[in-house]
């Protein structure tokens, strides 16, 4: 019980360090600001502790960071976890062979890309991202390990916005979230 109860203070104070600035980068958009989350040391531990609590011991040999946010939060959770850290970029960033997935966002659309020979067959994966809006992005994340091989076991991200149904499109992939935001 207590430990519920320290996750709850935790999870309420991740939140409120989390600034909404409405209307960028466009008009309608209710952009979830997590730079005043990492502002807060203790609020920014927290966040990474409560990711590594979930994953740790479950045998997760790659955290796959979204760029650019899940960079991020993405590495210390693989530094705690003893698993690689894979970063998932922009076109035509990554210097060697890659694999790429195109994918739609809340306000565009944008491609991914992996390095061929970062992720073995059979390993098992997380992916990391700041946020999950749409689901666009986590679904391109995961078909690029998928084309590896790889087994994605879990997606987490710090913030859903749970009106634009994203985690409809995960296929039944579990999804694991700190705070939701409407
Ligand atoms: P989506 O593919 O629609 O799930 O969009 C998720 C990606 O877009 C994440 O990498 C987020 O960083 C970014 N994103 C989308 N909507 C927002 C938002 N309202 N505030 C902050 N980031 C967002």
Excluded: W
Excluded at 16 to 44: E, H, Y
Excluded at 49 to 63: A, M, P, Q, T
Excluded at 95 to 107: A, R, T
Excluded at 140 to 159: F, K, Q, T, W
């Amino acid at each position: 019980m207590s430990a519920c109860k320290d996750d709850d203070s935790r999870i309420h104070a991740i939140k409120s360090k989390i600034r909404v600035v409405p209307n960028f980068p466009k008009p309608g958009i209710m952009f979830q600001d997590i730079t005043t989350l990492l502002l807060d040391p203790k609020a920014f531990k927290d966040t990474i502790d409560l990711f590594i609590e979930r994953f740790k011991g479950k045998n997760i040999s790659v955290v796959a960071g979204i760029e650019a946010r899940g960079f991020i939060f993405g590495p210390p959770i693989a530094l705690a976890i003893g698993a690689k850290f894979v970063p998932l970029r922009k076109p035509r960033k990554l210097p060697g062979e890659v694999i790429s997935e195109k994918y739609v966002l809340e306000y565009g659309t944008d491609c991914l890309e992996m390095h061929v020979g970062a992720v073995e067959p059979d390993e098992r994966a997380l992916v990391v991202d700041d946020l999950i809006a749409t689901g666009g992005t986590l679904c391109a994340a995961m078909n690029l390990l998928e084309r590896a091989g790889a087994e994605v076991v879990e997606c987490a991200c710090v913030i859903e916005l749970p009106d634009l149904k994203g985690r409809d499109r995960l296929n039944g992939k579990p999804l694991y979230i700190l705070v939701e935001s409407h």
